[in-house]
């Protein structure tokens, strides 16, 4: 089965209900974050991305009301991701496995889909590079950090990055190879002493589940698109919809695309 369609067949299973995080699945598939905004808050989210690039790089902005998008033909933004959750003035209130009552509730929504790293962690195996938390059948560990993001209108908030614990042999490797996927992130933005971003315990993450660091690893962060998240919380945004940490939406574009 080629790449697409097990893409294609990924959402499909997610329109029928089945949840799982998305790591590992349809590689050679661009991921994608997710954030939808009643109208009036989406100028400020765009200004807020434009101005922390790589953690929140757009690959998409919607049209209000708008669920469709032009990364995977047919594709549904309300379904085809397989968890989403919901805040009410910057509180989580619920997780939900199918988000059309959110645009039924703000016809107005505008729908940003922002890179993912697991759009690279393909290329990370095919150079022989561990991604721990493929091996394994988890979710990616997620941080908040203390770094602060530049703030844009009503919103401000702190980066948040994923790890992958990398042999010290392979972390130069894996920088330069990240670092030609910009528009995903792009390459790690610290490597090693996790106090320094503020993370006070690395087998605690905030999203996502902890991964074995063997002897002699060391963990490397990237930039996340849960950041937008972040956000919302730290901004009180009166309402948004997003995907949940590590449950992405699944494109039809290769991940050359991003390749520089």
Not at 205 to 213: A, E, H, K, L, Q
Request: net charge negative; with cysteine; proline share 10%.
């Amino acid at each position: 089965m080629s790449a697409i369609d097990q893409a294609r067949q990924a959402r499909e299973r997610f329109r029928a209900g089945e949840c799982r995080p998305t790591a590992g699945l349809a590689p050679g598939m661009t991921q994608a974050n997710l954030i939808a905004l009643p109208r009036d808050w989406a100028w400020d989210f765009l200004l807020y991305a434009q101005r922390n690039p790589q953690a929140c790089p757009v690959l998409e902005v919607s049209d209000p009301g708008d669920w469709r998008t032009g990364l995977a033909e047919g594709a549904d933004l309300r379904t085809d991701l397989p968890r989403y959750r919901l805040w009410r003035d910057g509180v989580l209130i619920e997780e939900l496995d199918d988000a059309r009552p959110s645009w039924e509730e703000h016809p107005d929504l505008v729908t940003f889909l922002i890179g993912c790293s697991f759009t690279f962690e393909s290329a990370l195996i095919e150079a022989g590079i561990e991604v721990r938390h493929i091996t394994d059948n988890t979710n990616v560990p997620m941080y908040r950090t203390t770094l602060p993001c530049r703030p844009a209108g009503r919103l401000q908030g702190d980066v948040v990055v994923s790890m992958r614990p990398l042999p010290a042999a392979h972390i130069a490797r894996a920088s330069t190879i990240t670092a030609r996927y910009p528009g995903v992130h792009g390459a790690p933005i610290h490597v090693g002493d996790p106090g320094a971003l503020g993370i006070r315990g690395i087998d605690r993450p905030d999203f996502g589940d902890p991964v074995r660091i063997e002897p002699g690893e060391i963990p490397v962060f990237w930039a996340c698109g849960v950041t937008p998240q972040a956000a919302v919380m730290a901004s009180k945004v009166p309402f948004a919809l997003t995907h949940a940490p590590g449950h992405m939406f699944i494109t039809d574009v290769p991940d050359s695309r991003y390749h520089i």
